[in-house]
């Protein structure tokens, strides 16, 4: 069966389910950033923008040469270099906390990450997906631009990233309230539509799953690697080179999907490597986080 074919079965109305619960997510994530997240950047910017130069510039990139080598089809290869065109994933703070990591440097580092998306991502994509010499016949087929894949970038990251800051500004103690039930009541409707489309859409997932397998879990070996190397090459400390590490190795997949659904019609191979990253990567990190630990527990004296 041609993976590049398959076609998920998603209706109008739960594409709009998805962009609310999607919305909801980064308004949750909104509410944990301050100005000053944005302020830390320009007194202390080495580590923030080394991530960013590993997760906007290094990692696209790979990803891309990471297609090329493992010769994987259209929809694969642009479903991989959808998700390393996305900005840092929700949980990548938590992670970065679990590990010991510097999460100063993560969260500032989401910020700007999150923010510089609305722009980089559709380009990147653009980019990237233009040059891989199938992908880029898939692009043309589907006939995207990348004015059309900013607007809706900026609509379903800019709006609720400006007012759950607006929100988090004007009404501090609404929002430290909120703040909690908002991640996890979002993080549980966006599994639970993840499952139900996965149960609705199984045999395309049966069918996908071994083609996605091997890309997901080199593509984030190499994500990771990455941001640790590039943070280890500037000469960061351990901590801050275990946030840029895991922000880069942690994507925001469900703004993945949402695009997928949007401008791709649910095709197979793009939704199976967004839906299989957005569990892998949380279980790679989860993995790399608890490395991280025992090992500072091993090396501490006694």
Known sequence: MDIDSLKLAFDPDSLRVLEVILGLVMFGVALSLRVEDFVRIAKKPRAPLVGLLAQFVLLPAVTYGATRVLQVPASIALGMIMVASCPGGNVSNFITHFGRGDTATSVSMTAISTTAAIVMMPLNFELWGGLHPTGSALLSEIALSPGTMLRGVFVLLGVPLVAGMLFARFWPRAAERLRKPFSVLSLAFFAVFVIVAFVNNRHVFLVAIGYVLVPVFVMNALAL???????????????????????????????????????????????????WWGIWHILAGLTVATVWRRRDRASAPA
């Open 225 to 275: 690697a990455t941001g640790y190397g590039l943070g280890k090459v500037a000469k960061l400390s351990v901590p801050e080179c275990r946030a840029v590490s895991v922000e880069v190795g942690i994507q925001n997949s469900g703004l993945a999907l949402v695009l997928i659904f949007a401008y791709f019609g649910g095709r197979g191979g793009l939704a199976a490597v967004a839906a």
